[in-house]
């Protein structure tokens, strides 16, 4: 870091925040082989913050639900947010979440959490197919 009046380069600050950048990162690294999650809740879950690990809210049935209505095919994108009040991309970030079927993802791997997965498996790859489809269409 440069002092905006005399142009000195500070080697200890920039050493402390590459220090402080790896520690997170080693405490991310943590969580995730532990199976927690690392971020905010997502839709139907909140922090058990005693436990510290993700835990279904009263409206957690709305995921399921979401997730079956968008395999009807008469439903797309565009009616399924409108309905569950939703943006397109906010219902797509819900449809493509790990993190449902009781998953933790960090650096592009995948592992199993410690919390209630909200839809199973088999409901959730149908629904990755399906987005795949679309987009493979729109392409």
């Known amino acids: 870091m440069k002092c905006p009046k005399c142009g000195h380069e500070f080697e200890i600050e920039h050493k402390m925040e590459e220090e402080r950048g790896y520690s997170q990162k080693k405490g991310m690294i ?12 997502p839709f139907g879950y909140e922090w058990n913050l005693k436990e510290k690990i993700l835990v279904p809210t009263q409206n957690s049935g709305e995921i399921e639900e979401i997730f079956e209505e968008f395999l009807n095919p ?7 947010a409108k309905k569950h ?41 149908h629904v990755q197919d399906k987005l795949d489809k679309i987009r493979r269409k729109d392409s």
């Not at 008469?74 to 399924?80: G, H, K, V």
């Open 85 to 125: 009040n939703l943006s397109v991309n906010g219902l797509k970030k819900i449809l493509r979440n790990f993190a449902y079927v009781g998953k933790v993802k960090f650096a592009g791997q995948i592992k199993e959490g410690n919390h209630k997965p909200l839809v199973s498996t088999i409901l959730f790859n």
């Open 74 to 80: 008469d439903i797309n994108l565009s009616i399924l």
């Open 30 to 41: 943590k969580k995730f082989s532990e199976g927690k999650h690392m971020s905010r809740a």
